[in-house]
C-alpha cells in the first residue's frame, strides 16, 4: 500500500504541474510502468473542438492504422466505455466478432491486451475516457489493478480538468452574469420579457438590456439563437430552472 501511494502522489504532482495534456498522460504511463496510456475526450457542446481529442502514448503506427480503420466505430473500450459510469477492465467488455478482430490486430502489432478503463463525467455532463494497459499476466494484472485502480481513476478526473482548461483556454467560453442566464432560461421558456420582469422583480427595460448583453457575450444574431447556444454550451437549462 506504501508503494501504491507513492506512486499516486507522484502521478499527482506530474499532472498537476504537466505543462499540457500529452505531458500529463506521458508521465503517468512512465510514473505506474504502463505500457500505454490515453485520454479520450468526447465531442464538446458547442463544437469547441473540431476534430477527436486523443492524447495517447500508443505508437504513431498503430494510431494510423486505428484511424484508417475506423476501429473507433467498433472498439468496444470507446463504445462501452462512453455508456458505462463505473471503472472497468477489459476483460468485462462484451466481445463481438468485429472486436474480437480488432484486439487481434491489436496484439500481432506487439501491444498488450490487459487494459483497464475510468469512464468521466464532470459535472457539465462532458464525458471522456481514461485508459491504461501494461503487458502483465492476469495474476499481476489483478494486482495491479487492486493496488492502484482507484489511485488512477482520481488521476484519470485530475486530467480530464487539465484537459478542459487547455481547450478553454483556447475557446474561452462566454462569461454571463447570473441575471442574464436567468433573463435567458426564463425566455427559454417561453416568457416574455414582461413575465420575466415580473418574475425577477426588475423593470422590462432592464430585462431587455440584460437579454441583449447575453446575446452580445454569445454572438448570437437574436434571442433565439442565443439561447440555442446558451443550452448547446450548457450555460443553461431550459427545465428545471436553477434559481
Avoid at 463505473?86 to 463481438?96: A, C, G, K, V
Avoid at 416568457?191 to 427595460?205: F, G, M, N, Q
Wanted: glycine share 4%; proline share 5%; with cysteine.
Amino acid at each position: 500500500m506504501g508503494e501504491a501511494t507513492s506512486q499516486y502522489e507522484k502521478a499527482y504532482l506530474a499532472v498537476d504541474t504537466a505543462d499540457s495534456v500529452e505531458t500529463a498522460v506521458v508521465a503517468v504511463r512512465d510514473i505506474y510502468a504502463l505500457d500505454n496510456a490515453t485520454y479520450h475526450l468526447a465531442q464538446l457542446p458547442g463544437g469547441l473542438v473540431d476534430g477527436p481529442y486523443v492524447k495517447s502514448t500508443y505508437p504513431a503506427e498503430w494510431l494510423t492504422r486505428y484511424l484508417i480503420k475506423g476501429y473507433v466505430r467498433i472498439d468496444p473500450v470507446v463504445t462501452e466505455g462512453f455508456s458505462r459510469m463505473l471503472p472497468f477492465d477489459w476483460s468485462e467488455l462484451t466481445m463481438t466478432a468485429q472486436a474480437a478482430d480488432l484486439f487481434a490486430d491489436f496484439q500481432a502489432h506487439g501491444l498488450a491486451a490487459q487494459g483497464y478503463s475510468v469512464p468521466i463525467i464532470d459535472k457539465l455532463a462532458r464525458r471522456a475516457l481514461f485508459s491504461i494497459n501494461a503487458r502483465m499476466s492476469d495474476q499481476e494484472w489483478a494486482a495491479f489493478v487492486m493496488a492502484h485502480g482507484a489511485g488512477i481513476a482520481e488521476i484519470a478526473h485530475k486530467i480530464h480538468r487539465k484537459a478542459m482548461e487547455e481547450i478553454h483556454q483556447a475557446h474561452p467560453l462566454p462569461r454571463l452574469g447570473p441575471r442574464e442566464l436567468e433573463c435567458l432560461t426564463w425566455s427559454a421558456q417561453g416568457k416574455t420579457a414582461k413575465e420575466t420582469a415580473r418574475l425577477l422583480h426588475v423593470s422590462e427595460v432592464t430585462v431587455r438590456d440584460y437579454l441583449l448583453s447575453a446575446r452580445l457575450k454569445l454572438d448570437a444574431e437574436n434571442i433565439t439563437k442565443a439561447i440555442a447556444k446558451a443550452i448547446s454550451l450548457r450555460l443553461i437549462n431550459i427545465w428545471p430552472p436553477s434559481f
